[in-house]
C-alpha cells in the first residue's frame, strides 16, 4: 500500500489522548494511530450505509442477501 504525507489541523486534547496512547505503546507513532483511526471510521461507516439499505429489503429479499453473503464467508475461510 502505497502512503501519502498530509497536513491535518486536530484538537489538542485528542492529539494529547493519542499521544498518550504512543507513548504506552499501542500505537508505534501519530500517523499509525491517525490512520487506524480513519480506516476503523470509514468501516463504520459503511457497516451503517449497509445497515440503512439493508432496511430498504423485503423481508425475502434479506434473507436471500444473507445466504449469498454466509456462503461467500464460507468459501472464503
Do not use: C
Not at 45 to 67: C, N, P, R, T, Y
Not at 68 to 75: K, N, V
Amino acid at each position: 500500500m502505497s502512503t501519502k504525507s498530509i497536513n491535518i489541523t486536530i484538537d489538542e486534547e485528542v492529539l494529547n489522548q493519542s499521544d498518550h496512547l504512543v507513548k504506552a505503546g499501542k500505537y508505534p507513532n501519530r500517523s499509525r494511530f491517525i490512520e487506524e483511526a480513519i480506516a476503523l471510521r470509514l468501516k463504520q461507516l459503511d457497516a451503517e450505509f449497509i445497515g440503512e439499505q439493508a432496511k430498504l429489503l423485503s423481508q425475502e429479499e434479506s434473507e436471500e442477501w444473507f445466504e449469498g453473503e454466509l456462503e461467500a464467508w464460507q468459501e472464503k475461510y
